[in-house]
């Protein structure tokens, strides 16, 4: 079969958002020719995980990327620390920490440094970097099957704008297709850890008001604690436009139908302390956090990253950092495969050390949101 394959590529990948895109770019960098189909018809529109560590800005600088970033991000170049506060009115509340590097001990160990860029303005940067490195990325393209053999896997993927299907041989395929993995599940690789924290609503939305509420308070989040209308607010351009997670219980047999408009904008009012704020809802996505590791990495010539292979909760942005962190440590190994210079022994390394990484960040992870009081999250027995 894999003779007659419409495409033969060293590299498959499944899945476009950030550890997808940055899997193609360090693979690109790394000149390993490779696909990479995504369902989705572009990059993500909603302002997601934001917070991007100094680790993970130290390899897109590598990559080249990293003043590209720093230009994507600088309308938030200025915001530091996290507050937590039943109302922003006045200047009640507390900073839980006000500076990511007080003193500036890092600097002193990296020539980069954190970055505050939403997952809606970066993945665009990844994804002109990849294709600049020779990416062939497709979105609105899904992989519909596969099978692996001793010397390589066959993939049958959907063009779904042409309704069309057409055949992939590859030598490996790189699955960093969410917490849900089509390709986990097809593999039959089980998962451990505490399972579901919580759910929220994410809300993006336009206040020309706020901005004077919030006054010259340059944070990163903001915890709302009304014990009425707690949520998390975070700005996107410290102007107008905003975001709010508010707390989602679908255990309580909550339904997402239940957050309309009306609902949310008194709810933010609560939240913030201001009766008549202008809230102008503009996007509205739910999300679960868990805490979950694979029990496995991959299988054969198949490997997980990202979101695929761990579920962290988003308190402290572990979770795609530790997915970019995922893919580079994947990327170079396949290169080195590819290429003839290391045997395909090296390719096992990638579970024995990333693995840990995403069972000890997790927990960690897990811990924040408690210390945090994260809205919605209440800790299971033995969290924290």
Same mark, same amino acid.
């Given at each position: 079969?894999?003779?007659?394959?419409?495409? @033969?590529?060293?590299?498959?990948?499944?899945?476009?958002?950030?550890?997808? &895109?940055?899997?193609?770019?360090?693979?690109? @960098?790394?000149?390993?020719?490779?696909?990479?189909?995504?369902?989705?018809?572009?990059?993500?529109?909603?302002? @997601?995980?934001?917070?991007? $560590?100094?680790?993970?800005? !130290?390899?897109?600088?590598?990559?080249?990327?990293?003043?590209?970033?720093?230009?994507?991000?600088?309308? +938030?170049?200025?915001?530091?620390?996290?507050?937590?506060?039943?109302?922003?009115? %006045?200047?009640?509340?507390?900073?839980?920490?006000?500076?990511?590097?007080?003193?500036?001990?890092?600097?002193?160990?990296?020539?980069?440094?954190?970055?505050?860029?939403? #997952? $809606?303005?970066?993945?665009?940067?990844?994804?002109?970097?990849?294709?600049?490195?020779?990416?062939?990325?497709?979105?609105?393209?899904?992989?519909?099957?596969?099978? #692996?053999?001793?010397?390589?896997?066959?993939?049958?993927?959907?063009?779904?704008?042409?309704?069309?299907?057409? /055949?992939?041989?590859?030598?490996?395929?790189?699955? *960093?297709?969410?917490? @849900?993995?089509?390709?986990?599940?097809?593999? %039959?690789?089980?998962?451990?850890?505490?399972?579901? +924290?919580?759910?929220?609503?994410?809300? /993006?939305?336009?206040?020309?008001? +706020?901005?004077?509420?919030?006054?010259?308070?340059?944070?990163?989040?903001?915890?709302? /604690?009304?014990?009425? *209308?707690?949520? *998390?607010?975070?700005?996107?351009? $410290?102007?107008?436009?905003?975001?709010?997670?508010?707390?989602?219980?679908?255990?309580?047999?909550?339904?997402?139908?239940?957050?309309?408009?009306?609902?949310? #904008?008194?709810?933010?009012?609560?939240?913030?302390?201001?009766?008549?704020?202008?809230? !102008?809802? /503009?996007?509205?996505?739910?999300?679960?956090?868990?805490?979950?590791?694979?029990?496995?990495?991959?299988?054969?010539?198949?490997?997980?990253?990202?979101?695929?292979?761990?579920?962290?909760?988003?308190?402290?942005?572990?979770?795609?950092?530790?997915?970019?962190?995922?893919?580079? $440590?994947?990327?170079?190994?396949?290169?080195?495969? &590819?290429?003839?210079?290391?045997?395909?022994? +090296?390719?096992?390394?990638? !579970?024995?050390?990333?693995?840990?990484?995403?069972?000890?960040?997790?927990?960690?992870?897990?811990?924040?949101?408690?210390?945090?009081?994260?809205?919605?999250?209440?800790?299971?027995?033995?969290?924290?």
């Amino acid at each position: 079969m894999h003779q007659e394959a419409d495409h @033969r590529v060293p590299v498959l990948i499944v899945g476009g958002s950030l550890v997808g &895109l940055s899997t193609s770019l360090f693979l690109g @960098r790394l000149g390993v020719p490779h696909l990479l189909v995504e369902r989705h018809s572009d990059t993500s529109v909603h302002p @997601r995980g934001r917070g991007n $560590n100094v680790r993970t800005m !130290e390899l897109y600088r590598v990559a080249g990327i990293e003043p590209d970033i720093k230009q994507a991000a600088a309308l +938030l170049a200025g915001n530091h620390g996290i507050l937590q506060t039943p109302t922003l009115v %006045g200047d009640a509340g507390e900073w839980l920490f006000k500076h990511i590097d007080p003193g500036g001990g890092l600097a002193r160990f990296s020539p980069t440094g954190w970055c505050l860029c939403s #997952q $809606n303005d970066l993945e665009p940067v990844l994804l002109k970097g990849a294709r600049a490195l020779g990416g062939d990325v497709r979105f609105s393209h899904e992989l519909e099957s596969f099978e #692996q053999d001793a010397d390589g896997v066959t993939a049958v993927v959907l063009d779904r704008t042409r309704d069309e299907r057409f /055949t992939v041989r590859a030598d490996y395929l790189v699955a *960093a297709d969410g917490p @849900r993995s089509p390709v986990r599940r097809r593999l %039959g690789i089980g998962h451990s850890g505490p399972g579901d +924290l919580f759910a929220n609503v994410s809300v /993006t939305f336009r206040s020309k008001l +706020l901005a004077d509420v919030v006054g010259d308070r340059r944070f990163i989040c903001c915890y709302l /604690t009304d014990p009425e *209308a707690d949520g *998390a607010l975070l700005p996107i351009d $410290n102007e107008e436009h905003w975001v709010f997670h508010a707390p989602w219980h679908p255990e309580r047999g909550e339904t997402l139908e239940e957050f309309t408009d009306d609902r949310l #904008q008194r709810h933010i009012r609560r939240a913030v302390g201001v009766p008549d704020l202008d809230v !102008e809802i /503009t996007g509205k996505a739910s999300w679960r956090a868990a805490e979950r590791v694979a029990d496995r990495y991959g299988d054969g010539r198949v490997f997980l990253a990202g979101d695929s292979a761990h579920e962290m909760s988003p308190t402290g942005a572990f979770g795609s950092n530790t997915g970019i962190q995922d893919a580079h $440590n994947l990327a170079w190994k396949l290169a080195a495969v &590819l290429a003839g210079w290391a045997g395909p022994g +090296l390719l096992a390394t990638y !579970e024995t050390e990333r693995r840990p990484v995403a069972v000890a960040t997790s927990a960690r992870a897990s811990a924040r949101s408690v210390e945090h009081s994260h809205p919605g999250f209440a800790p299971a027995p033995g969290i924290g």
